[in-house]
């Protein structure tokens, strides 16, 4: 079973940047689509990038422009960089594989976005 651990989480004012991580443990990690994913209070979880085991990205239009979505494969991990964060990004954020039946989901990280 992968284990995923998120890290890199904070407390930031708006216009700020933030870089999360996300390690996960297994030789398979380098096979898979990841994406990461947050969940703010009261709403559903939202898909807001992911990268292909290529290196493809995709953006949520929410995040386009500001998000960035890297990996590196030798270290199994998965890396989201946020520049000019807003109130809105304020989540929880994960990173799990995209499509296909899910890894069991980290603790996730904490994304605060307030003056």
């Known amino acids: 079973q992968v284990q995923l651990v998120e890290s890199g989480g904070g407390l930031v004012q708006p216009g700020g940047s933030l870089r999360l991580s996300c390690a996960a443990s297994?030789?398979?990690?380098?096979?898979?689509?990841m994406g990461w994913y947050r969940q703010a209070p009261g709403k559903q979880r939202e898909l807001v990038a992911t990268?292909?085991?290529?290196?493809?990205?995709n953006y949520a239009d929410s995040v386009k422009g500001r998000f960035t979505i890297s990996r590196d494969n030798a270290k199994n991990t998965v890396y989201l960089q946020m520049n000019s964060l807003k109130p809105e990004d304020t989540a929880v954020y994960y990173c799990?594989?995209?499509?296909?039946?899910?890894?069991?989901w980290g603790q996730g990280t904490q994304v605060t976005v307030s003056s």
């Open positions: 799990n594989r995209f499509g296909g039946l899910r890894w069991t």
């Open positions: 297994g030789s398979i990690f380098s096979h898979n689509t």
């Open positions: 990268i292909t085991s290529g290196g493809t990205t």
